[in-house]
């Protein structure tokens, strides 16, 4: 099993940036593929980007494309998100999620796909 845990939420101004963390333990982080997803109050959850487990592949949803980089250091166990011209739509929780990879280059878009989660992260973009 793994355990995440995110960090680097808060309240930030349209057209600033944040820098979202997920810290792993547990089983070796990198036999795992990764993603960020994003809950909005009253709206399910949605995915916002993933990442294969040998971090060679990352897809984003289009409302973050250009925006927003994911990555991963399997050496710290950590897996990160780079949020950068932050809109009040984007506004949310943030969760990292992770699921055991037996392909290296896979990654994953579908919540369902996902069996841990961290608690989340709130990220609130407002003046």
């Known amino acids: 099993q793994v355990q995440l845990v995110e960090s680097g939420g808060g309240l930030v101004q349209p057209g600033g940036s944040l820098r979202l963390s997920c810290a792993a333990s547990?089983?070796?982080?990198?036999?795992?593929?990764a993603a960020w997803f994003r809950q909005a109050p009253g709206q399910e959850r949605e995915f916002v980007a993933a990442?294969?487990?040998?971090?060679?592949?990352?897809y984003y949803a289009d409302a973050v494309k250009d925006r927003f980089t994911i990555s991963r250091d399997n050496v710290k166990n950590a897996l990160y998100l780079q949020m950068n011209s932050l809109k009040p739509e984007d506004t949310a929780v943030y969760y990292c999620?992770?699921?055991?990879?037996?392909?290296?280059?896979?990654?994953?878009?579908?919540?369902?796909?996902?069996?841990?989660w961290g608690q989340g992260t709130q990220v609130t973009v407002s003046s």
């Open positions: 999620a992770a699921v055991i990879s037996g392909a290296t280059n896979n990654f994953y878009t579908k919540p369902t796909s996902y069996n841990y």
């Open positions: 547990g089983r070796t982080f990198s036999l795992y593929a």
């Open positions: 990442i294969s487990r040998g971090d060679s592949n990352t």
